[in-house]
C-alpha cells in the first residue's frame, strides 16, 4: 500500500511531494496470519521444526530466533533473518518502520495536516519544528510492539507440549500456528484499513 503525502501550498493547489512505503499493512499482517494458520480450513504451516538464526531462544537453546518473528521478518523483506544478521527486537522494530505507525510516516501526515490548516506562518513553523524534533513513540505503536514481541511466549505457551525433546505432534504444531496467528491478528487490528 502507498500512502501519497500531499503539501499544500498556500493558494490551494494539492502537489505530490513524497511518497511513503507503507508495507506492513492491516491486509498484510491477515494474510501472514491465514498463512500461518487458516482458521476455514485448518491448514497450517508447521512453526519451529528446525534451527533458527542469531543467538538462543531463552525457552529452547537448539532454536536461536523464534520462528514467527522470522517468518514475519522474511515475508516483510523477501530475506531471512540470518542473511541479515537481525534479531527478534530488530525484527519488531522493522515491522514498525514498515507499517504506517512508523513515526516518519506520522510525523509527515501531520505535517501535511498542519500544512493543509493555513496557519499563521510563524504558528506553522513552529508546529512543523516541534513535529521534527518530538521523538515520542504512540501508545498504539506501543501496543503493536508489544503484541508482537508476545509471539515467542504465546507460540511456547504450553511448555509439556513434547516440543522442547523433539516430539512435537501434528495437534501441537497446529495450536503452536494457530496461537502465533492469533497474534499477528491482534497487531492487525490496531492498523489502519
Same mark, same amino acid.
Given at each position: 500500500?502507498?500512502?501519497?503525502?500531499?503539501?499544500?501550498?498556500?493558494?490551494?493547489? #494539492?502537489?505530490?511531494?513524497?511518497?511513503?512505503?507503507?508495507?506492513?499493512?492491516?491486509?498484510?499482517?491477515?494474510?501472514?496470519?491465514?498463512?500461518?494458520?487458516? #482458521?476455514?480450513?485448518?491448514?497450517?504451516?508447521?512453526?519451529?521444526?528446525?534451527?533458527?538464526?542469531?543467538?538462543?531462544?531463552?525457552?529452547?537453546?537448539?532454536?536461536?530466533?523464534?520462528?514467527?518473528?522470522? /517468518?514475519?521478518?522474511?515475508?516483510?523483506?523477501?530475506?531471512? #533473518?540470518?542473511?541479515?544478521?537481525?534479531?527478534?527486537?530488530?525484527?519488531?522494530?522493522?515491522?514498525? /518502520?514498515?507499517?504506517?505507525?512508523?513515526?516518519?510516516?506520522?510525523?509527515?501526515?501531520?505535517?501535511?495536516?498542519?500544512?493543509?490548516?493555513?496557519?499563521?506562518? /510563524?504558528? !506553522?513553523?513552529?508546529?512543523?519544528?516541534?513535529?521534527?524534533?518530538?521523538?515520542?513513540?504512540?501508545?498504539? !505503536?506501543?501496543?503493536?510492539?508489544?503484541?508482537?514481541?508476545?509471539?515467542?511466549?504465546?507460540?511456547?505457551?504450553?511448555?509439556?507440549?513434547?516440543?522442547?525433546?523433539?516430539?512435537?505432534?501434528?495437534?501441537?504444531?497446529?495450536?503452536?500456528?494457530?496461537?502465533?496467528?492469533?497474534?499477528?491478528?491482534?497487531?492487525?487490528?490496531?492498523? #489502519? /484499513?
Amino acid at each position: 500500500m502507498k500512502s501519497t503525502i500531499v503539501s499544500v501550498y498556500k493558494q490551494g493547489m #494539492p502537489t505530490k511531494t513524497k511518497t511513503t512505503d507503507c508495507v506492513v499493512t492491516r491486509k498484510f499482517l491477515l494474510n501472514l496470519a491465514d498463512d500461518i494458520y487458516e #482458521p476455514k480450513t485448518r491448514k497450517f504451516l508447521r512453526l519451529c521444526n528446525g534451527t533458527l538464526q542469531n543467538g538462543p531462544d531463552p525457552k529452547d537453546a537448539k532454536r536461536s530466533m523464534h520462528c514467527g518473528l522470522g /517468518e514475519l521478518y522474511f515475508a516483510m523483506t523477501g530475506r531471512q #533473518p540470518n542473511q541479515d544478521r537481525v534479531n527478534e527486537d530488530k525484527v519488531i522494530d522493522k515491522a514498525i /518502520e514498515l507499517s504506517c505507525l512508523s513515526p516518519k510516516v506520522l510525523r509527515e501526515k501531520a505535517i501535511v495536516a498542519i500544512e493543509a490548516l493555513r496557519l499563521d506562518s /510563524e504558528l !506553522e513553523h513552529s508546529l512543523i519544528s516541534y513535529l521534527k524534533d518530538a521523538n515520542e513513540i504512540s501508545a498504539v !505503536e506501543s501496543e503493536f510492539r508489544e503484541i508482537l514481541s508476545m509471539i515467542p511466549d504465546v507460540n511456547d505457551e504450553d511448555l509439556d507440549d513434547g516440543c522442547l525433546d523433539g516430539t512435537c505432534s501434528y495437534e501441537t504444531y497446529r495450536n503452536r500456528s494457530m496461537r502465533v496467528a492469533r497474534q499477528l491478528r491482534a497487531a492487525a487490528k490496531l492498523l #489502519p /484499513e
